[in-house]
């Protein structure tokens, strides 16, 4: 594993806050460590066409593109979603553009759930969770619990975090540094622009 990849999914807890910009196109957000140090950032590339269109069709049948940087501004791992209508399925590649990881959205009322599979399609893990109250449970292909994404700061960062969306991923420590875990960090983007930014 390349060694800024390495350093960034070291962590164990990612709080991520959007950044805010008036008449916005395309999200981005800012990530920090337990700290509160600012460890990287994740913005969106949207093409012309699409901003234009978005003006005009609601953004959750767009597909998008959403780049996991490091401090220096250096891709570390691209989560892509290409068009859909109800259900997602989203790439995460590394940053050589290859297959680590994706997720496949289940269709289910007010339970969203999402598969994480491996690049040959065995499970990773699935999460599952309350979109009205935003939490959500991952767990492993074994059934064990191994992260969870939510809303509730229970203090943390409170000063450091002052923008509308923000979550804090929480991943166990056994989990290993592989692409795993870079899937587990990288499913909270996703389920934040499945579920929030296409309104």
């Given at each position: 594993m390349d060694t800024n990849v390495q350093e960034f999914f070291n962590h164990d807890d990612y709080f991520i806050d959007e950044k805010v910009a008036f008449l916005k196109f395309t999200n981005a957000y800012k990530v920090y460590d337990s700290s509160g140090e600012l460890i990287g950032a994740i913005k969106?590339?949207?093409p012309a066409f699409l901003k234009v269109l978005s003006l005009f069709i609601n953004r959750s049948f767009f597909p998008f593109r959403l780049d996991i940087l490091d401090g220096e501004e250096k891709v570390l791992t691209t989560i892509k979603r290409g068009w859909t209508l109800?259900?997602?399925?989203?790439?995460?590649?590394?940053s050589q553009g290859s297959l680590i990881a994706q997720i496949k959205q289940q269709f289910k009322m007010f339970k969203p759930t999402f598969n994480i599979l491996d690049p040959a399609g065995a499970p990773i893990g699935i999460i599952t969770g309350d979109w009205k109250a935003w939490n959500f449970t991952i767990t492993g292909s074994d059934g064990n619990q191994i992260g969870t994404i939510t809303k509730k700061w229970n203090g943390i960062l409170k000063e450091?975090?002052?923008?509308?969306?923000?979550?804090?991923?929480?991943?166990n420590p056994a989990v290993e540094e592989d692409a795993k875990k870079i899937a587990i960090v990288a499913t909270a983007i996703t389920i934040d622009m499945v579920l929030h930014e296409s309104r």
């Open positions: 969106e590339t949207m109800l259900i997602s399925k989203i790439a995460i590649l590394d450091a975090l002052t923008s509308a969306d923000k979550y804090i991923v929480s991943i």
